[in-house]
């Protein structure tokens, strides 16, 4: 049987209310041989059902983190902001993590993993930092713009076979304060920190760049996504 990858979902507030997923990662769950079902907010007794019926989990990208989460004051280069998109997240990510679901998160989702954990964030790179690298460059959505440099004993070297490769970048908040249970296992060369994994979990890994819009180019990175299917195929 195909595992069942649950990929939480985005909150618009403005306008018409609704819940989103960006097709991106639908694909990269279909391509590695899940099955993708969406998560939207609802409360925590319904999102512990349905977390009992799926093997692993995705949290996406997406807007800003609430800095009051890691008490922080709300910097003012945070931009959107949505309460009830954190909830989701950090209430799907604890029940994942006490079940030791497979868990992957991009990007916001690598961020909010280290927030729900108990770690902070840079609110705005540019601002908070002395970083020479643009974290948010004009270029395709697809195409690598930066070096990192990845721990040599990481699950993450070992899914990637490197321990250097470049990646896209559309951020500017990233992991400050790393969550106790946690390692850092790629930083860029301003120091930036691009992933982390838990140190206590079988798979348990943030990315802060977005590997599923570089799989046509780039197909290295098809190995995060299967490598979370073969975690998830155990879990049966």
């Known amino acids: 049987m195909k595992p069942i990858i649950g990929i939480t979902c985005g909150h618009q507030w ?30 925590v007794t319904l999102l512990a059902q349905i977390l009992k019926q799926v093997q692993g989990i995705l949290i996406p990208g997406g807007i800003d983190i609430d800095a009051n989460l890691f008490s922080h004051d709300i910097h003012p280069q945070c931009g ?19 079940r030791n679901l497979p868990l992957l998160g991009i990007c916001r989702g690598c961020q909010i993993l280290n927030v729900a954990c108990g770690g902070s964030l840079i609110q705005d790179i540019p ?14 959505k697809w195409y690598a713009t930066h070096e990192i440099s990845i721990q040599p004993d990481s699950k993450l070297s070992q899914i990637l076979h ?41 798979y348990v890994i943030g990315v802060q760049w977005h590997p599923e819009l570089m799989l046509d180019y780039y197909p290295e990175f098809k190995n995060l996504f ?6 998830a195929s155990l879990k049966y």
Do not use: C
């Not at 959107?80 to 997240?89: A, R």
């Not at 601002?127 to 395709?140: K, L, V």
């Not at 299967?226 to 975690?231: K, V």
């Open 162 to 202: 490197t321990t250097n490769t470049r990646v896209n970048s559309f951020h500017h908040q990233a992991v400050l304060q790393v969550a106790p249970g946690f390692q850092v296992t790629a930083v860029a060369n301003d120091g930036i920190i691009e992933a982390i994994e838990s140190v206590e979990h079988d």
């Open 14 to 43: 403005e306008g018409i209310e609704r819940y989103y997923v960006n097709q991106a990662y639908v694909t990269s769950i279909l391509q590695a041989g899940g099955i993708p079902v969406l998560i939207p907010y609802m409360n």
């Open 226 to 231: 299967s490598e979370l299917i073969r975690a």
């Open 127 to 140: 601002s908070q930092t002395q970083s020479q690298i643009n974290h948010r460059p004009e270029a395709p």
């Open 80 to 98: 959107k902001i949505d309460p009830m998109w954190d909830e989701l997240d950090i209430t799907v990510i604890r029940i994942a993590l006490a």
